[in-house]
């Protein structure tokens, strides 16, 4: 039996008196790639945000077996939970290596240092600009730097909201890529909100559509990828 990493049961989730999410049921099993599939506007966002404590949220939401709804943001980053927003998610004013540090801020072990070097030679792009200010680079490095300060948490689960938004199509197909391989060798759990469902569908295991605020469809990434109303609204076919 498969051991669940996240679980959302019955979340709804308001900006004031705007409710966005409709009692969305959703489960991420250890070490899985799910995908959230929706138009703008669709909550997938707010999912994300709602998993973090960041918007006002009902329900209930289960990271490891631990019930977070109602706890500090804080303390869900203290779990090992890690969250590239759309935009990139850096310290622009920082440098490359600084912004990997505080990424792991949360650590005490002695292995940070090793790290820096792994996800540097994950994304060579970063050490080429080790000492530029994260501000300076491109929007694909941006988002390369987003996704390894992330990383040096060493989380147990990774929160990805758009990340191919606003990038050239040869660099997302290298950032996908990326997020496959870093799932296969870490076994990190992902949790990828995004539009571009060809792509994320290739390296996940399951997925869910969302349509204003409700869980509308949901199947393996097979399923997801042959349904034809998912084909002709998310796939171009």
């Not at 804080?74 to 939970?81: F, G, L, P």
């Not at 540090?101 to 080429?128: H, N």
């Not at 600009?129 to 060493?154: F, I, N, Y």
């Not at 391989?181 to 990190?188: A, D, K, L």
């Amino acid at each position: 039996m498969s051991e669940l990493m996240l679980k959302l049961s019955g979340v709804n989730a308001r900006y004031g008196a705007i409710q966005v999410l409709r009692d969305v049921n959703l489960e991420v099993n250890k070490g899985e790639v799910v995908v959230v599939l929706g138009a703008n506007g669709a909550g997938k966002t707010t999912t994300l945000r709602a998993i973090c404590s960041m918007v006002t949220t009902t329900g209930s939401i289960q990271i490891a077996g631990t019930e977070v709804v109602g706890k500090d943001t804080a303390d869900i980053v203290r779990m090992q939970v890690a969250h590239v927003p759309q935009g990139r998610g850096t310290f622009p004013e920082l440098s490359v290596i600084d912004n990997l540090m505080v990424g792991a801020y949360t650590r005490k072990d002695k292995e940070v240092q090793a790290d820096i070097d792994r996800w540097m030679d994950a994304f060579p792009r970063l050490r080429e600009r080790r000492t530029q200010a994260a501000g300076s680079l491109s929007g694909g490095e941006q988002q390369m730097l987003a996704v390894a300060r992330a990383m040096m948490c060493r989380p147990q689960l990774l929160l990805l909201d758009e990340p191919s938004l606003g990038l050239a199509p040869l660099i997302i197909e290298d950032l996908f890529r990326r997020f496959g391989e870093i799932n296969r060798e870490t076994g990190t759990t992902m949790l990828v909100v995004e539009q571009n469902a060809n792509l994320a569908l290739e390296i996940a295991n399951r997925g869910y559509v969302l349509e204003a605020g409700e869980i509308v469809l949901q199947g393996s990434a097979d399923d997801l990828r042959t349904n034809e109303a998912v084909r002709e609204a998310y796939l171009g076919a």
